[in-house]
């Protein structure tokens, strides 16, 4: 297994449980973050499903982005719940 593939995963998971992190840069630009690390060598099955619960959440966020009445700003349903702690509910 891949440390460094490891710690850039955690990097993300813990980055995008911040709020700011929403605010500060794009859906967009999250999900390419997050899709660069699926095409790496080696990747072993626990490395690819925290990708791909990163990639259901960013899909989440967006899609109650789009869904927020206007004026809602960044909202979201998810807004309170950290990254981490929503990912380990997508496995229960």
Known sequence: MDHTIDSEIHHLERVLSLEIAH??????????????????NGLVAAQMLRLQRLLDFLEDRERA????????????????????????????
């Open 23 to 40: 605010q500060v840069f794009s859906i967009d630009y999250w999900r390419g973050r997050v899709t660069q690390l699926t095409t790496a």
């Open 65 to 92: 982005a789009v869904s927020a009445p206007e004026g809602a700003g960044n909202g979201s349903t998810r807004a309170g719940i950290r990254c981490m702690e929503w990912c380990r509910r997508r496995v229960a």
